[in-house]
């Protein structure tokens, strides 16, 4: 499911760290997402299935927050969720970076 999440640069920026959103902040930056097993709920709200569990997608979208080439630190949305034994993570496909 196409969707628009949100990197925002609020609350946290004195710590360098992009929070992921569902929803649109002060200061954020919109982006276009591809989340597979995504659908809409009676709600409204987006949900998303991973290993069999529904969850609602603001509940297990996260940032990798990784250190990438020569050390810097990569920001990039994923799922993270625990399936009762331990993390899991999904990659999200970034469609456009608006």
């Known amino acids: ?19 992921y959103t569902v929803a649109p902040t ?22 998303v299935t991973l290993d069999g569990r529904d969850y609602l997608l603001k509940e297990v979208l996260a940032n990798a927050n990784h250190k990438g080439l020569a050390g810097k630190t990569e920001d990039r949305p994923i799922l993270r969720w625990y399936d009762g034994q331990g993390y899991k993570t999904q990659n999200i496909q ?3 970076a608006k």
């Open 1 to 19: 499911m196409k969707t628009t999440i949100y990197a925002s640069h609020g609350l946290l920026a004195h710590e360098k760290e992009i929070v």
């Open 26 to 47: 002060a200061i954020c930056d919109a982006i276009e997402v591809d989340i597979q097993g995504a659908f809409e709920t009676a709600a409204g709200d987006i949900g």
């Open 94 to 96: 970034i469609l456009d």
